[in-house]
């Protein structure tokens, strides 16, 4: 077997535009809605297509890599070169005719993920990374904001598909930072609102039991403009299982964490 292709940024990024165009043409119609895990984890036909179409192409274009996606599964052993794809983070918005949603698109070797695209097709937004190399949104260099004091940050959040059954379901941590910042937004697509924080749009980011292909690509982002990625008690993420991640500038994560330490006391 000859030597694997590798992919550059300029491939990822190109994908992601397809898939976003997909997306751009399927928002706004009335969709076919089917019920997930939960109540709340809704899948529509525009999510199936726009990842059919992004298998079919790393399939095509990088054969033998394996590809971790949201509707479908694991393709593949994971050991290796490996794609983690959402087509759609932020279905409900997109269901229910609110433009705020990316497909999200990422690239990891041996060391972890080396390249990383989230593409907001409504806005025409495509942030991008490469390991060691920098964050961009539509070619332009980004850093997370300077912002120093907790009581000046501007957060964003989201809440579990199993918020109406399980306690530990982010409420009580909204409720604690609501009255200690600026505000807490709720945009409804993971990726973006990392995003979001590397661009220094928002300070500081967290969020309960999200999965691989919704931080893999925003998390590299975010971490190559300066933001510290960590899960709630300060450790480093890992890509599997569920992930509950806090990311910010380095001042405000601290105060982020400390927060959520005193918050979480007795949850475990
Ligand atoms: C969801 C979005 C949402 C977050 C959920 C995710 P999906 O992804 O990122 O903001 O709160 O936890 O599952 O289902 O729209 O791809
Ligand atoms: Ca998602
Ligand atoms: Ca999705």
């Known amino acids: 077997m000859g030597a694997m292709k590798t992919p550059m940024l300029r491939d990822v990024e190109r994908l992601a535009r397809q898939a976003g165009v997909i997306l751009r043409m399927g928002f706004g119609r009335r969709h076919r809605i089917e ?9 529509t036909e525009t999510d199936q297509e726009a990842e059919a179409f992004l298998l079919d192409q790393i399939r095509r274009l990088f054969p033998g890599h394996a590809i971790v996606a949201e509707e479908t599964g694991v393709h593949g052993d994971v050991t290796g070169s490996r794609w983690y794809v959402d087509p759609l983070d932020g279905t409900v918005n997109f269901a229910h005719g609110i433009p705020i949603f990316t497909v999200c698109l990422a690239f990891a070797d041996e060391e972890g993920v080396r ?18 190399k920098g964050a961009w949104l539509n070619g332009r260099p980004i850093r997370v904001s300077e912002t120093q004091k907790l009581a000046d940050s501007l957060l964003i959040t989201g809440f579990p598909y199993d918020a109406w059954t399980n306690p530990d379901n982010n409420l009580d941590h909204f409720a604690a ?18 995003c979001y924080v590397a661009a220094g749009r928002a300070d500081g980011f967290w969020e309960l ?25 300060g450790a480093p993420i890992r890509l599997e299982g569920k992930i509950s991640v806090v990311v910010a500038n380095p001042a405000i994560h601290r105060q982020m964490l400390a927060v959520l330490q005193t918050h979480r006391r007795g949850q475990g």
């Open 35 to 43: 019920h997930k895990s939960h109540w709340i984890d809704l899948v």
């Open 115 to 132: 390249l990383g695209v989230v593409y907001d097709p409504m806005q025409d937004e495509l942030f991008a990374a490469e390991r060691g």
């Open 177 to 194: 930072f609501a009255v200690r910042t600026r505000g807490v937004r709720r945009l409804g697509s993971a990726a973006m609102d990392i």
């Open 209 to 233: 039991r999200l999965n691989p292909w919704d931080v893999a690509a925003a998390s590299l982002i975010a971490q190559e403009a300066g933001a510290v990625v960590t899960d709630l008690s």
